[in-house]
T-cell receptor
Framework: DQQVKQNSPSLSVQEGRISILNCDYT??????FLWYKKYPAEGPTFLIS?????DKNEDGRFTVFLNKSAKHLSLHIVPSQPGDSAVYFC????????????FGKGITLSVRP | NAGVTQTPKFQVLKTGQSMTLQCAQD?????MYWYRQDPGMGLRLIYY???????DKGEVPNGYNVSRLNKREFSLRLESAAPSQTSVYFC?????????????FGPGTRLTVT
């Protein structure tokens, strides 16, 4: 049973446009959400996070939106750059001790010059 | 400050052989993790260590053992490798074992079992 779902395996966007990466979750105990970015032959790196007490968190070109009632979050990248081409993983965790991350399968973003 | 380091980067094993994947972190983190990444499967947790001296199973622990050697080092052992263990293995660490604390990942070990 997949608790964190990234239903679109890939996304292609023109440079300068907005990239919107979606993520859905099923576990209502999740209340902390993170996005990781992964380049080929490298480990994932943390990008941005959001707590369930907020509905938006922004960091430069990256904004994450959380809709708790829909159990949905999205990552917006504006403007998209060719260097953003990577695999993006959504991850979620409940709070408290031993709260391990559950990852989605990832979305491959390609930004065309 | 190297962050999280993993050795080896690549390994080919024959079915039934054993090997240990090494991981070390220099960030004074308490918690460490081993994940595997397979095509179309995302990252799946194999084992984790919330703090020095403790280890616990994750989502896919069968066929693996771990040792938290000290605060810095966390190794993953395959006692009898199987083709199903062909994967990319990532070690990660974090300050504490809750989701609030960002996990830092190593570069990965690409393992092929023939």
């Amino acid at each position: 049973d997949q608790q964190v779902k990234q239903n679109s395996p890939s996304l292609s966007v023109q440079e300068g446009r907005i990239s919107i990466l979606n993520c859905d979750y099923t576990n209502s105990m999740f209340d902390y959400f993170l996005w990781y970015k992964k380049y080929p032959a490298e480990g994932p790196t943390f990008l941005i996070s959001i707590s369930s007490i907020k509905d938006k968190n922004e960091d430069g070109r990256f904004t994450v939106f959380l809709n708790k009632s829909a159990k949905h979050l999205s990552l917006h990248i504006v403007p998209s750059q060719p260097g953003d081409s990577a695999v993006y993983f959504c991850a979620a965790s409940p709070t408290g001790a031993n709260s391990k991350l559950t990852f989605g399968k990832g979305i491959t973003l390609s930004v065309r010059p | 400050n190297a962050g999280v380091t993993q050795t080896p980067k690549f390994q080919v094993l024959k079915t039934g052989q054993s090997m240990t994947l090494q991981c070390a972190q220099d960030m004074n983190h308490n918690s460490m993790y081993w994940y595997r990444q397979d095509p179309g499967m995302g990252l799946r947790l194999i084992y984790y260590s919330a703090s020095e001296g403790t280890t616990d199973k994750g989502e896919v622990p069968n066929g693996y053992n771990v040792s938290r050697l000290n605060k810095r080092e966390f190794s993953l052992r395959l006692e009898s490798a199987a083709p199903s263990q062909t994967s990319v293995y990532f070690c990660a660490s974090s300050w504490l074992e809750t989701g609030f604390y960002e996990q830092y990942f190593g570069p990965g070990t690409r393992l092929t079992v023939t």
